[in-house]
């Protein structure tokens, strides 16, 4: 299957991925930026094929029931059981203590829509969860999937979010003008 994807993302549609990750990181945040489009699922869902490694994503348990349960749970999601008295970053930090290979893909910006500043819940998750972080930029302008080596976090969120930030300097979004300046 990974040579599949490989040749639909990079001969039929022209893309090249740059960087690598790692089969010895099996716990991480993977964070996808620019978020524009819901193009941006097809891509990531392309790339993660082309790379070759179990990708995963939370989302309301809601979702995981008939029709379409199993196939959210083939695609890598985890149900989010999310309790009156349990925050999201405590659930989500459970989900990485339970399963033994968890790398969590998730959109810093929240939306796909303009922003000035990244949501801090990928932040807070990877901290708890004592998982590095993964930048993982998606510029449209070049047609690369960017992969950054892991990042460990050194508690102080503005240094971190400046080290963070540096790898999205330039890329363009699905949407251009909805693209993040980093």
Known sequence: MKKIYQFLLCTVMGWRIKGSMSTNVKKCVIIVVPHTSWVDF????????????????????????????GYFKWMGGTPLNR?????????IAAIFREKEVFRLAIAPEGTRKKVEEWKT?????????????????FDYGKKEVKLAEPYYLTGDKDLDFAALKKHYEGVTGYVKEYSYEA
Request: glycine share 10%.
């Open 42 to 69: 097809a891509i990531g869902v392309m790339a993660r094929g082309a790379i070759g490694l179990e990708m995963n994503f939370v989302a309301k348990k809601e979702l995981f029931k008939f029709p379409f349960g």
């Open 83 to 91: 309790h009156k008295n349990e925050n999201k970053v405590d659930a």
């Open 121 to 137: 819940g990928f932040y807070y998750i990877a901290l708890k969860a004592c998982v590095p972080v993964i930048a993982v930029a």
